[in-house]
């Protein structure tokens, strides 16, 4: 019995051992306005780093797939492709049990698509990053999202991970199960939440929705209207020019920048704290220690100021 069993368990070390898959090295021919789609899926292994997926652009009418895996349980891995019409296809599995009692293998995946394609990828591995693309771009992941130079709409779903979103000309829809979301010039409306992080994001020209159950938000030069809400952590927001919108929090502060010469209509209330408003701001209305309801030159479209246990500040920029 003793043999069988150390003959089973030497059998499962080998057939898990860390070697190499079979790499792929493949040029699929594409034309623009194209479709790639990315279905990696390696299921619940206990790798903190089960590996990454890079997609950027090349001046040349192909798709070109380079992936590799290594580790416990990568004779597993089996990678294909496949080219119907204007989609590229690439998916991914793992075959066999034994490789996840060592944590599963490890697989590392770049992509160039052309210039103007769309994006459409599922994995269970990560980091994901993509990058200098034109066209609809969509990720759902276990980890890490970074996106960068993207013309067209941006729709990012991640279980736990960091979302890092920058230079995006299109809308931006962003959500985090766990994990900080960071996004920097966007000419469009933007959407992001976060189960548990701070949301930060800067030069943003359309409208603004952003919501955390545990954490900071900071928007840094923002245009369009507003709509922030934390559960714990400051709200700040910085407005380059008229303002509007809604900025709220149940712990912490909120503070606001305003140019100037904003016309606006602010309400404020602190439930547990007090109200500070600029005197340098031409003020029209009633002021009072937790509640403010005032016209800023001459009023405009309102904005919402809460704090349920925290001060509440508007200050010039």
């Known amino acids: 019995m003793r043999r069988a069993a150390l003959a089973a368990v030497l059998t499962l070390l080998v057939l898990a051992a860390p070697v190499r898959a079979e790499d792929l090295d493949e040029r699929v ?6 479709m790639l789609e990315v279905d990696l899926d390696l299921g619940e292994g206990l790798r903190p780093d089960p590996g990454l997926l890079e ?3 090349h001046d ?7 992936a590799e895996a290594g580790g416990w349980g990568a004779y597993g891995v089996r990678f294909d492709v496949e080219s119907h019409g204007d989609v590229v296809r690439l ?3 793992v075959g066999g049990t034994a490789p996840w009692l060592f944590g599963g293998p490890r697989i590392e995946v770049r992509i160039w698509v052309p210039r103007r394609f769309s994006v459409d990828a599922r994995t269970s591995a990560g980091p994901i990053r993509i990058e200098n693309v034109e066209g609809r771009v969509r990720v759902r992941s276990q980890g890490a999202i970074e996106l960068s130079a993207v013309h067209g709409p941006v729709k990012l779903r991640a279980r736990n ?9 299109g809308t931006v829809d962003a959500r985090t199960g766990s994990g900080e979301i960071d996004v920097g010039s966007v000419e469009g409306d933007v959407a992001a939440s976060t189960g548990d992080g701070e949301v930060r994001m800067r030069r943003i020209s359309g409208r603004i929705q952003a919501r955390s159950d545990g954490g900071p938000i900071d928007l840094v030069d923002v245009t369009g209207p507003v709509d922030a809400k934390t559960e714990n952590g400051t709200v700040y927001a910085s407005f380059v020019g008229d303002p509007a919108g809604s900025l709220e929090t149940q712990r912490g502060a909120v503070e606001v920048a305003l140019p100037l010469t904003a016309a606006t209509r602010v309400e404020a209330r602190a439930a547990r704290g007090s109200i500070d408003l600029a005197p340098a701001f031409a003020a ?17 479209a309102p ?13 010039p920029r």
């Not at 040349?60 to 380079?66: M, P, Q, T």
């Open 91 to 93: 998916w991914s599995r």
């Open 303 to 315: 904005l919402h100021l809460y704090s349920a246990r925290g001060g509440v500040r508007v200050r």
């Open 60 to 66: 040349a009418d192909e798709v070109r797939i380079l």
């Open 284 to 300: 029209e209305g009633p002021l009072q220690d937790a509640t403010v309801s005032v016209r800023l030159n001459g009023g405009g």
């Open 29 to 34: 021919p594409a034309a623009p306005g194209g």
């Open 161 to 169: 991970g960091a979302l890092r979103i920058a230079d995006v000309a």
């Open 55 to 57: 997609i950027r652009s």
